[in-house]
Every structure is written in structure tokens, then in C-alpha cells.
């Protein structure tokens, strides 16, 4: 049995999203062991860009991944925001921000184990890009199948329109905000120019020039710095508009997956390159969100 969610009157935003239910209060404890402290109804502020769009204005904290403090929950879905913005499913925010910032209920309201596998099925070879697994707390059997869940309106769960395939480090806007959080969700940042793109099994290796200038500071050791070569994870065969004409200097991306590092960003840097300036610029006072623990 499927009931539209929330109500007209709650909201109009969340049209999109249904709620299963089998009209069964089955027992949440499995779920929510921890939910033991009395959850607060509070707004969801500006700046949790995550789910500030969602479609709703007020969350419960703790929330359900158990941060129990809005400079927690800020700190952890910040890394999330550059998943959103590749959109490899249009359920991805509603998927995430009903757990990061759950709809105020007198009771928690998981997502459905389907939006969750369907979110990761079309994410996971973006993230695996970067050299994110999906991560555990995100493991889908968690969810559930056939008791009250948010799930995706099943007739707009395919991918946008106007996603033509590219590979996920070229694809970047070029604005100062989705610069930033590029930066931020890497672990280091260059400016050099490349020598030499090649394929190299499914992934591309970028081969660089011998000066490297260091932009995100004391990432990488002056050792790495000299013999850093990069990978384009199972980039062999995508397109890469910034790769086909190498003359450019270049901001540089990447992150140490095992031992190799892998390319998470590219930017042209030319004389019209304000955006990346700035976003550089950005990154010297502002905090970035920390990725390691939050996608684990
Ligand atoms: C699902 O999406 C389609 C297309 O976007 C829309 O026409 C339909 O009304 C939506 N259904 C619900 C229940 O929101
Ligand atoms: C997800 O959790 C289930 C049950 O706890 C476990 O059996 C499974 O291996 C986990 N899956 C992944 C991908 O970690």
C-alpha cells in the first residue's frame, strides 16, 4: 500500500516522494536501537546545503545516522554535497537528507531499502571515481522493505536529462562554489601542465609536467609532489574535454587511494580562470567538511 508523503497541507515540495506502508507498526527497534534520546524538531539552517533545498524546513536531531549536534550533522553531509551535484539519481538527496535531516514525525522514518539500492546502484561508479566505496553506514539491508519508508517517485528515479556521460573528474561547473567543494573533498590540489594523457588498462594516466606548484597546502609530501603520476579511475574511455588539447596549465585534483593517486578534479587555469582563483582563495579560511570519517 502506497500513501502520497508528506500531506498537502505539510508540504507541496516533497510531491516526489511516496510513503510505503503496510499500515503495520512494526517495531523500529532494529532499526533504531539508538534512538533512545528524545529527538528535537529543529530548523534546518542555511547553511546544511545538503538539505536545505529538500522540500521540508524542519529535521529532527539527533538525526538518524546518530550525529546529535548540528555542527556534527553540517560537518558530515558536507562531504555529500558534490555527490548531489553530479545528479546520478534524482533521488539522491531526498535519499540522504531523510537520514541527515529526517522529516519531523513523532517517530523516525527510514527510507525504503529500494530507493536506497536504486541511489546506489546509479551512484556507487561515481563515487568509485573518486575512490569512495559506498560506504557502510549507508549499507541498503538496513532499510526497510515493507514497513512505513520514503521512497522515490518510481516514475522519475531515472537519471536527468541532459546528463550526457563524461568522466566524473571533468565534469565540473565552473563555479566558485562547486570549485570549493571539490577542494575540499580532495586531498590535494596542483597547478601544473600535463604531458602526456595515456590509457593504461580501463583507467587513463596522466603523466606531468616537471613543475608543480602545491595549492592545497602541506597535502602532499615534497617527495609525492615530484613522482606524483594520476589516474583516471576506469577512465580509459570517457570523454575528458579538458585532456584534448594539453597545452593549458591546469588545476589538478586528486586523492591517495592504496598507493596510487587518483585525479578527483581538473580545471583549465588560464587568465579567465577567476572561478578557480577564487575558489582558492575560499579554501584558505574556509573549513571544509571531512570526508574520510563521513564515508565510512
Ligand atoms: C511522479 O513523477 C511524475 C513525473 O515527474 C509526475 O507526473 C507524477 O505526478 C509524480 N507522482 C507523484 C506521486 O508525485
Ligand atoms: C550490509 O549489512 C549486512 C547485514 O548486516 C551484511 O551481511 C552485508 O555484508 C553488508 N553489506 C556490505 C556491502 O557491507
Not at 503496510?22 to 534546518?44: F, R
Not at 567543494?181 to 616537471?210: G, P, Y
Not at 613543475?211 to 580509459?236: C, H, I, T
Amino acid at each position: 500500500m502506497c500513501i502520497f508523503w508528506p500531506p498537502r497541507l505539510v508540504l507541496a515540495m516533497l510531491m516526489p516522494i511516496l510513503v510505503t506502508s503496510e499500515y503495520e507498526y512494526v517495531s523500529w527497534k532494529d532499526l533504531g536501537d539508538s534512538y533512545g534520546k528524545s529527538p528535537q524538531c529543529v530548523d534546518i539552517p542555511e547553511d546544511l546545503r545538503l538539505c536545505y533545498t529538500v522540500g521540508y524546513h524542519r529535521m529532527l536531531l539527533p538525526n538518524l545516522l546518530e550525529h546529535e549536534t548540528m555542527a556534527e550533522v553540517k560537518q558530515q553531509a558536507g562531504s555529500w554535497v558534490p555527490l548531489v551535484h553530479k545528479r546520478c539519481h534524482s533521488g539522491t538527496q531526498v535519499f540522504l537528507c531523510s537520514l541527515f535531516a529526517p522529516v519531523c514525525l513523532d517517530r523516525p522514518i527510514y527510507p525504503c531499502r529500494n530507493l536506497c539500492e536504486s541511489v546506489r546502484d546509479s551512484c556507487t561508479p561515481i563515487m568509485e571515481a573518486f575512490g569512495f566505496p559506498w560506504p557502510e553506514m549507508l549499507n541498503c539491508s538496513k532499510f526497510p522493505q515493507d514497513d512505513m519508508c520514503i521512497a522515490a517517485n518510481v516514475t522519475d528515479v531515472a537519471q536527468s536529462p541532459g546528463n550526457s556521460p563524461t568522466c566524473p573528474p571533468c565534469d565540473n561547473e565552473m563555479s566558485t562554489e562547486v570549485i570549493l567543494e571539490h577542494l575540499c573533498a580532495s586531498e590535494f590540489a596542483i597547478r601544473t601542465k600535463i604531458k602526456e594523457a595515456k590509457i593504461e588498462n580501463v583507467d587513463k594516466k596522466l603523466i606531468l609536467q616537471k613543475k608543480r606548484k602545491q595549492m592545497k597546502p602541506g597535502s602532499l609530501k615534497k617527495e609525492e609532489l615530484r613522482k606524483l603520476v594520476l589516474y583516471l579511475k576506469n577512465g580509459a574511455n570517457c570523454p575528458c574535454q579538458q585532456l584534448e588539447n594539453l597545452r593549458s596549465n591546469y588545476l589538478i585534483m586528486g586523492r591517495k587511494v592504496g598507493k596510487r593517486y587518483l585525479l578527483t578534479g581538473i580545471h583549465k587555469w588560464d587568465k579567465s580562470s577567476k572561478e578557480v582563483k577564487k575558489a582558492l582563495k575560499r579554501l584558505q579560511s574556509q573549513k571544509c567538511p571531512i570526508y574520510e570519517t563521513s564515508f565510512k
